[in-house]
C-alpha cells in the first residue's frame, strides 16, 4: 500500500506541476495485451526457455500535456498485469507467475497535422516506471523463482489514430509495444543459478480523452 501510495503521489506531481496543466487532456485507457517474456540462462544450472503467452490488461488514466503544436508529453496512471512463464524441459517442468504493477509512463507523443477531418495519427515513445503491487504463482508449487524484483522498466513504442467526436472528447486506438529493461527476478529457487527474465507486452489500446 505504501508503494501504492508513493507512485500516485509522484504521477499527481508531475501533472499538477507542469506549466502546461491548463492545456492537458485526461483520459481513461484500457489496453487488451499479450504478455510474454525473454530468458537467459547463461548462468544457470538448468536449461530454461520462456514458455507461452498470456492474455493480460492494462487500463487506468492517462495525461497528454501540451508542450507545443502537435507535441505533447504524455503520461498516466496504469494498473499492469504481466505473465512470467519458464519451461525446463529437461526435467519435464513448466511454470507460470502472475505479476501486477502500477505503472507511470514518461513519453513523448508526436502528432501529424489532420489525415482526414478531425483525424489525427500519433507516435509515442519513452519509457515507463512500474512498481510490483502483487505477484502470485499460476501454477501449483511453482518453486524455479521464490521472489520477484519491486520495480519493472520498460521502452514504451506505440501508434494510432486519434478522432475528435466533440468539441472536448476525443476517442483513439492503436498498438504499443513495451519491452522490458529490467531482469524481475530478485531470487531464484535453490540450485538453479542466476537466471534473467525480462518481460514484454504488445497491446491493443483504446481510450477516451475529455
Known sequence: MKRKNTILLVFLLVVTTSP??????????????????????????????????????VGGLMG???????????TGLFF?????????????????????????????????????LDMRIYFQVGLTLDVNIMEDN???????????????????????????IGYSTTVYGGLSYRRGLVNVVKDPGANIGEVIIKNDLLSLDLGVKF
Do not use: C
Request: aromatic residues 12%; hydrophobic residues 40%; without cysteine.
Open 138 to 164: 499460476i501454477t501449483e508449487d511453482a518453486t524455479y523463482i521464490q521472489n520477484f524484483r519491486n520495480f519493472d522498466s520498460s521502452v514504451l513504442l506505440a501508434s494510432g489514430l486519434e478522432y475528435r
Open 80 to 116: 499492469v498485469s504481466k505473465r512470467v512463464g519458464i519451461e525446463d524441459a529437461a526435467n519435464n517442468v513448466d511454470e507460470a507467475y502472475r505479476l501486477h504493477y502500477l505503472q507511470i509512463p514518461a513519453t513523448l507523443k508526436l502528432f501529424t497535422n489532420e489525415v482526414a
Open 20 to 57: 502546461a496543466w491548463s492545456q492537458v487532456e485526461l483520459g481513461l485507457q484500457f489496453s487488451p495485451s499479450l504478455s510474454f517474456n525473454r530468458i537467459n540462462d547463461d548462468d544457470a544450472t538448468v536449461g530454461l526457455s520462456s514458455n507461452g503467452v498470456g492474455l493480460r490488461m
Open 64 to 74: 497528454d500535456i501540451y508542450l507545443q503544436e502537435n507535441y505533447y508529453f504524455s
